[in-house]
């Protein structure tokens, strides 16, 4: 039978935290998102929390639940989920879509959000000023600001330890963050009713995955060089892909193509909840952008162009207001079974993934629970020995102690 965590401990124990960061917010600081040994954000210490605040955070965090906030009659597709609009579009600045990871579409919209006065604020993430390999939370309140911060930070980071601060405004805001971390905020709004009071624009990229912290230090080694020498940490943009650039204090630089940089899956050193994550493509936002390169990965660099997935009437607002200002640009529809071919890993995964959850329930291990994203008529896709393979697989890698974590350890 299978089941949810019964506490936050649970949770990262069992490798379904991915260090969004509402532990560290709910609990104003008190449970802190530290860096563990083996690369991830977790909170520590997880096992303080009072029982208000567990109830609370078990109702949001995406290692528990994850379902899509779908505005009735819209169009759905079992792997898309509901949408309104899936189109090509860019920044209309082009130096923002050169800077930016894909062609700006989610700066350019903050920007505009910002410019048109529609928020007083973006809650997003950006690189480490004085460690520039790890990346943390933070609020842009001018479209300069969003603009600047472009860019796709592939490691940790804990972009809803700021929510609760966010929230302390009292002010309209819009939220750029993965879809696990909009997944808790549209959950969190049923114990927090100024979530959707105030959060009134959610934006995500669609997901491959999390890198620990570890794919980004095996670049430095590879490289020879220490944290503490850097002066900045890359990992796209300035073209698209771009390339993952290091540079360090005394005026060096180094430079990796994206498909050398990620061209061996096995060497991402995803976190466990990307493997399990039963909403990548971010059916809780109001828009979603993605990478569209035929066949899912880059073969040269292009100007910059993303898919956007247009998912409530809000989201619908937002880009007419956008193309009207010159601050997005609008390409040619895209179908469903079109995006299937631009995002192969991410149809794969939604197919497999009821087999994951049956490997894990077989090791006694918790799930998430999804309602409404159809993880069961996705794997009825697949055949008896693909689903053998899966379930096999997710218990052997269980097996080898590759999902379960310690609990983190504090500091003193
Ligand atoms: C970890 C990760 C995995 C990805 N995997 C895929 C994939 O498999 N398929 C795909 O199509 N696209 C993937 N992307 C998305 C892609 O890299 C672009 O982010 C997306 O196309 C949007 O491009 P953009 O030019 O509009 O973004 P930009 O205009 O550059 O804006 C990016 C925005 O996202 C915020 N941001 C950046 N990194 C993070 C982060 N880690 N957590 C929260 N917020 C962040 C920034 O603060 C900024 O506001 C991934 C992105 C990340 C961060
Ligand atoms: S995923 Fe977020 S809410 Fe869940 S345990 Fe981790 S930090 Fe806390
Ligand atoms: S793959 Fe899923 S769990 Fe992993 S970072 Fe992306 S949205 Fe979050």
Sequence with gaps: ????????????????????????????????????????????????????????????????????????????????????????????????????????????????????????????????????????????????????????????????????????????????????????????????????????????????????????????????????ELSLFRYRGYGNPGLTTVETKDGRSFTKTYQEQWEDEGTWELETRCKLCPDALGEAADIAAADVWPGGGPTGEDEGFNGIIVRSSAGENLVKSAVEAGDLVLGEPITPRQFDDLQPHQVRKKEALSARFEGMTEAGLPIIDTPGLRLDQLGSRLDDDARTNQIEGTKRRIKEGRVSEPLPETKG
């Design 1 to 228: 039978m299978s089941r949810t965590a019964k506490s936050i401990a649970e949770v990262v124990t069992s490798g379904l935290c991915i260090g969004c960061g509402l532990c560290e917010a709910v609990t104003k600081g008190r449970v802190k998102m530290e860096m563990t040994s083996y690369g991830g954000l977790r909170p520590a210490p997880a096992d303080i929390f009072t029982p208000e605040e567990e109830t609370q955070l078990l109702a949001a965090c995406p290692g528990v639940i994850a379902k899509p906030r779908a505005e009735p009659d819209m169009e759905t597709d079992d792997v898309w989920g509901a949408h309104s609009t899936m189109r090509y579009a860019w920044a209309g600045d082009p130096d923002l879509r050169f800077r930016a990871a894909t062609g700006g579409v989610l700066s350019a919209l903050g920007a505009h959000l910002l410019s048109s006065k529609k928020v007083n604020f973006v809650l997003h993430v950006m690189a480490d000023a004085d460690r520039p390999m790890r990346s943390h939370w933070v609020i842009s309140d001018t479209p300069e600001q969003a603009s600047i911060r472009a860019g796709s930070r592939y490691g940790p980071v804990a972009p809803l330890a700021g929510f609760i601060e966010a929230l302390d405004r009292g002010e309209p805001f819009a939220i750029i963050a993965k879809p696990c971390d909009i997944g808790a905020v549209h959950a969190f709004a049923q114990t927090d009713a100024r979530v959707d009071e105030l959060c009134i624009m959610r934006m995500v990229m669609v997901c491959g995955g999390q890198s620990r912290l570890g794919k980004s230090q095996g670049l430095l080694k590879e490289l020879g060089l220490a944290e503490e």
